[in-house]
DNA sequence: GGCATATAGTTAGTTAAACAACTAATCAAA
DNA sequence: TTTGATTAGTTGTTTAACTAACTATATGCC
């Protein structure tokens, strides 16, 4: 028996991502208007490299869920930003290992100060027991598709 | 008090909206391998028409969270297809009302059966009165950014 | 060593999203 | 009735996702 709870009027905004796509849209005005000149993309491969400067673009690819062609040109963007540098490595010179410049370092704080507040401003009124469970379920149905 | 129950690690997963990604791409893939040649973007506006014939483009904006270029740019690609016709409105002539073809007609019951199965995949082993409170609070975390 | 295979990354082409600037039609108010 | 504002839709530009086809380096096996 299948538990699939949607009625199909309710279908589309499930498939569609209409929260997460407001999140988002919320970040991007917030650095927007924070005079912050990169995107959401942008920043979600910048949010990795902060947790570990030096990673490959391989690794870049598992951890944001991109495909390659994908991260390539999202470290062409930011090296033209100049916020990352492509640096061949010694061992495998098929790798590359991308390192954040100091501007870049410069922009972890201010970027997740204006994140958590673009999350606060979502999950507003919501209890944290729902939001713990709310997660749960997110991360369950990622995993149910991997 | 803010209630950001987010640890920074889990920051990133929410503002991108992984699990959504995630179903959409297995839509995809299902509408793919059943030679169904549309994109998850071109379903969504033809759901609400399948809904709703004949509304305007501004109303597909609302109804898809879309902004006016791209529904334009959607409903051109739909229009190559074949799948859609734009019609001046006789009473306002700035209005396009946008009617489905016999050919998108058929479509209907195929890809909602899809659309269904990759909710029943994404949503397995998930209990409905998690889901029902996942739904909950993600209208509610769209209704507090809106 | 030499050849097949796998891995890391790039390039090309199509579709789409966001924003700004634009045209055309309608409405409203003097 | 003409002028100014509003509404519906289009066009141009940049960024990004996905697929497929590609290059270059590394690995493993004979």
Request: glycine share 12%.
């Given at each position: 028996m299948p538990n699939n709870q949607f009625k199909k009027g309710e279908l589309y905004s499930f498939v569609t991502g209409k929260a997460s796509t407001a999140i988002a849209r919320r970040l991007q005005k917030k650095f927007n208007a924070a005079g912050l000149n990169i995107t959401i993309e942008q920043w979600s491969v910048l949010y990795h490299l902060w947790k570990?400067?030096?990673?490959?673009q391989q690794e870049l690819c598992n951890a944001t869920f991109r495909d390659k062609p994908s991260i390539t040109r999202l470290v062409d963007n930011l090296e033209k930003l100049q916020l990352v540098k492509r640096v061949a490595s010694e061992?495998?010179?098929r790798i590359n290992r991308i390192h954040l410049t100091k501007q870049a370092l410069k922009l972890q704080e201010q970027t997740m100060t204006l994140a958590e507040e673009t999350l606060n401003d979502a999950l507003d009124g919501v209890p944290s027991n729902q939001i713990n469970l709310c997660k749960e379920v997110l991360q369950r149905v990622y995993d149910n598709l991997k």
């Open positions: 570990e400067d030096g990673i490959s061992n495998d010179r």
